[in-house]
């Protein structure tokens, strides 16, 4: 232990939007308290939140097919899509709060309306898709989504899709206008644009967290290292919060702490093919979401999507999955074998044996060839041209692997992770997709968990913040309506003109 110690009442490691966020919620709730950061590179949302590095949707499951899987009886389960809409309401009341509050300006350099919709061939798929939209439409969250299965209607839709397209199987579309673009970088941007501007924050770039561990009177110290001058200090705090990306995991495990155990990851790169000619670009507004192929894990759901980054309309489709076995793309090719410890190598060497077809489905993407990319491409454009599009390396994301009482042993997990001491003094966020869309409510949970004492006292004030938080909205639909208006006017999303980014 070091003699010398810098207090303070909260330490969050990484610089996107979950410690973006977070810290954004407690100086709201307690402006008081002194907030430290530290990122590793040299400004903030480089890694996974940077807007190349994810898919820049607005995940609320409006064209997600794998939020309704189909039961063994033919129905369709929508528990997880209702879910996830709800949660992502809580995102988008949040960032309306801060806009109209002053504190967020031109919301529109970081969310955009974007239709969302999903797209199937095949009679089974399309028998799905009309089940999907019957069941999702009795909800408010999902008003005004539309089903089409004509050739007018489509060409209409997604123009550029059906452009030379055959007729031999059936196809079929859903389409819902309240679907958004996120540049997920620039809103972490704004978020810790806020933070900066109160003097109890202090943001430090470049320092890299090397070591957590407790401190005998049962603080957390934390060791980093000065990247600039390469000299080490020691920082203590009741409450540390690991929002590092992939690297969250290694962190995690030099905490000691019981629930660090029997948890491992496993790192996917993602990869992306982007069009490079304007007059393709400008034939496609929408974000089009297809159907997993059978036997490929929910994260390989194939997609097409108008993005917008940096004032610039661009057109993206993937995801291809790569491997690295960085769990960062600025990492170490020592992650992934560093990360296995005594107490998870069980858990690590189940999961191997579980996945078998992950581990297929890898090798095959990894073989891909540049005309075999594209041949997945014509599926959704049929004409696409070869020169037009260039393939880009999206984040390195990390699958937790863990212990489940439903699954057995080195169970692959696919969604958003939280693991908190008992005590809940530290807390870390692992996992992927929905990820970022549902922050707010990700990181409300960790509020309630780790500041149990705290938490009821807050509630008023969450509740001005996120109006809805605590109720359900599809249980209240005029409710909804009336904060959805108030929301998207804030929020820039009943203001925009088709190409045009508005200032």
Known sequence: MNSVLNKTDVILVGGGIMSATLGTLLKELKPEWDIKVFEKLDRTAQESSDAMNNAGTGHSALCEMNYTPEMADGSLDITKAIRINEQFQLSKQFWSYLVDRGLIEKPNDFIMPVPH????????????LKKRVKALTGSPLFEGMEFADDEATLEKWIPLMMEGRGTEEPIAATKIESGTDINFGNLTRKL?????????VDIHFEHSVEDIRRT????????????????????????????????SLPLLQKTGIPESKNVGGFPVSGLFMVCQNPEVVEKHNAKVYGKA???APPMSVPHLDTRYID????LLFGPFAGFSPKFLKTGSNMDLLGSVKPYNVLTMLSAGAKEMGLT?????????SEEERMEDLREFIPEARSGEWDVVTAGQRVQVIKDTD?????TLQFGTEVITSEDGSIAALLGASPGASVSVDVMLDVMSRCFKEDFPEWKDKIKEMIPSFGISLTDNPEYFREIDEKVSRNLGLNTHEEGVLLS
Do not use: P
């Open 117 to 128: 919709l999903s797209f199937v061939e095949g009679d089974k798929n399309v028998e799905f």
């Open 192 to 200: 810790f644009d806020v933070l900066q501007g109160e003097k109890e």
């Open 216 to 247: 005998e009177g049962g603080e957390w110290q934390v060791k980093v290292k000065n990247l600039k001058t390469g000299k080490h200090e020691y920082h203590t705090s009741r409450f540390v919060f690991i929002g590092a990306g992939g690297g």
């Open 293 to 295: 192929k059978v036997g």
């Open 311 to 314: 004032g610039k309309r661009s």
């Open 360 to 368: 297929k489905y890898l090798i095959q993407q990894l073989l891909l």
């Open 406 to 410: 439903k699954g057995g042993k080195g």
